[in-house]
C-alpha cells in the first residue's frame, strides 16, 4: 500500500484560471505561495510557489470564489509531470491535484485582501455578492 497526501497553507499568487477541456470538463490552475518554517541565515523566511490543480467541481469553485493574495489551505496528492518544452529538453514539474481548497480567513479578511490585491494592480474589487453599481440615464432608466 501506498500513501501519496499533502496538505499545505498559503497564499493564492494570482486568480485561479479556469479553463475547459475540449470534452467540456473545468480545471483550474493556481499557484500558491508556502512559507517556510524556518528562517535562512539572513533572518527571512524562504517561500515555495506550488502550482496546484483543481477539476470539475473543486475547479468552478475556485475560480468563483477565491482570489490573489487570499489565504487557502489544500489538501490532494503530489504528482510529478514529464514534458519535453520548445527546445526539445526533457523536463519535469511537481504539482498538487487538489481534492478539497478550504477559505482559511473570515470574510471580511478576504474581501480585504482582494480588495489591497486589486488596488496594487490599479483595478477596481467587487466582492462577491455585492451590489452593483449602475448609472441610469437622464430619464431615470437603466441602460439595458
Known amino acids: 500500500m501506498s500513501l501519496n497526501h499533502i496538505t499545505l497553507q ?3 499568487c494570482g486568480d485561479p484560471d ?3 477541456t475540449p470534452n467540456g470538463t473545468s480545471v483550474t490552475n ?12 539572513d533572518g ?15 475547479a468552478e ?8 493574495g487570499q489565504m487557502a489551505i489544500v489538501t490532494g496528492r503530489l504528482q510529478i509531470r514529464q514534458y ?7 523536463r519535469s514539474q511537481a504539482e498538487v491535484v ?10 471580511k479578511d478576504r474581501d480585504e485582501a482582494s480588495y ?3 488596488e496594487k494592480e490599479g483595478k477596481s474589487y467587487q466582492p462577491a455578492g455585492a451590489p452593483v453599481s449602475v448609472e441610469v440615464d437622464e430619464d431615470g432608466e437603466l441602460p439595458f
Open 116 to 118: 489591497a490585491a486589486a
Open 10 to 12: 498559503g497564499r493564492l
Open 44 to 58: 527571512t523566511r524562504e517561500t515555495d510557489f506550488i502550482s496546484v490543480i483543481c477539476w470539475k467541481g473543486l
Open 18 to 20: 479556469l479553463r475547459r
Open 30 to 41: 493556481f499557484t500558491l505561495a508556502v512559507d517556510r518554517d524556518y528562517k535562512n541565515e
Open 84 to 90: 519535453t518544452d520548445k527546445a526539445g529538453t526533457k
Open 61 to 68: 469553485m475556485c475560480a468563483k470564489w477565491f482570489r490573489k
Open 98 to 107: 487538489a481534492d478539497n481548497v478550504y477559505f482559511c480567513e473570515s470574510k
